[in-house]
């Protein structure tokens, strides 16, 4: 086989290949030691179930390491891509050495595939998942359409994590604790505010609705907001036009034999005056009033 270009003396007095010469094969599966492994700065996942790599260190003492990690070659070092449970577990194992799958990257590649092979092969929590998807959008530069390829995802899949982003923090919070499910988070988006989204939430956690109770609670809601809004609609005053006004300032003029004003801003608000030119016509205009009032 054609040897690929070695590593520097440092890196490559501490491996053993299967000829034995030194030499890190890119691009293929090398057994590598713990110690010279870098954490990936671009981990999705920020938490890890203790007892969950406890059984696979228990796993990995008996079976070893069944599936290589991913690692890329950043100044003369090794980091990590994906497969940080199985490192973590390795360690509590007490395994020295891990094969690994080494590949060559810059940051912004290797944020992708960090993010990408995490997504695709590790459990994350929906959060996590939605987050991972952000970050792909925002720092390497990908549209949704984009992204759905990448994660081999429909897009309206990639739109409802991105969508949870939306949420208030403690619903956010409720998903990663798993309080509740993706279902549940979904049926909440369609709520229009934050308060109404908090209030479902709660009651949820209270009654342990199910997704399908949330669903009909949301739709109940959304069609009751739907009516009162139409019922403010049909009961709101109707604004009068610039002709009407002039008609009705035509009609008060007649009915007061004076030449009646209105004054009025762009709100609605305004008055209406009666001007007099004396006494006598005070009085018209008095008398008039007192027939309306009767």
């Known amino acids: 086989m054609a040897k690929r270009n070695a590593l520097g003396r440092g890196l490559g007095a501490l491996i053993e290949t299967d000829d034995n010469d030194g030499r890190i094969r890119r691009d ?4 590598i030691p713990l110690e010279i492994i870098e954490a ?25 390491i069944i599936q290589p990690i991913t690692v890329s070659i950043k100044d003369d070092k090794f980091q990590l891509i994906s497969g940080e449970r199985r490192l973590r577990a390795a360690k509590i194992a007490g395994l020295k050495k891990i094969p690994a799958y080494v ?5 912004q590649g290797l944020l992708e595939m ?23 959008m925002d720092e390497c530069k990908l549209t949704q359409e984009t992204l759905s390829e990448r994660v081999g995802k429909k897009r309206s899949t990639v739109a409802n994590y991105l969508r949870l982003l939306n949420l208030p923090p403690e619903v956010q919070l409720g998903i990663r604790e798993k309080k509740i499910s993706m279902g549940h988070a979904r049926a909440l988006i369609n709520l229009k505010d934050e308060e109404t989204r908090l209030m479902v ?42 002709e009407e006004y002039e008609s009705l300032q035509k009609h008060l003029s007649d009915y007061f034999h004076t030449d009646v004003k209105f004054a009025r801003n762009t709100k609605g608000k305004g008055k209406i005056v009666i001007p007099f030119g004396n006494d006598e016509q005070l009085e018209r205009i008095i008398a008039a009033l007192d027939k309306l009032d009767k």
């Not at 293929?28 to 057994?31: I, S, T």
């Not at 590949?103 to 940051?107: G, I, M, N, P």
């Open 28 to 31: 293929a599966v090398n057994e």
């Open 40 to 64: 990936n700065p671009f981990q999705p996942r920020t938490e890890f179930d203790e007892e969950a790599l406890a059984e696979l260190a228990d796993s990995i003492r008996e079976l070893g």
């Open 103 to 107: 590949r060559t990257a810059d940051d």
């Open 114 to 136: 960090a993010l990408v092979e995490n997504i695709q092969r590790e459990n994350l929590d929906a959060m996590e998942i939605a987050i991972s998807y952000q970050r792909l």
């Open 201 to 242: 939430y709660n009651q949820t956690l209270k009654y342990d609705f199910s997704v399908r109770k949330v669903e009909e609670f949301v739709r109940e809601l959304n069609l009751e907001e739907k009516k009162n809004q139409t019922t403010a609609e049909k009961t709101k005053p109707v604004k009068k036009t610039a």
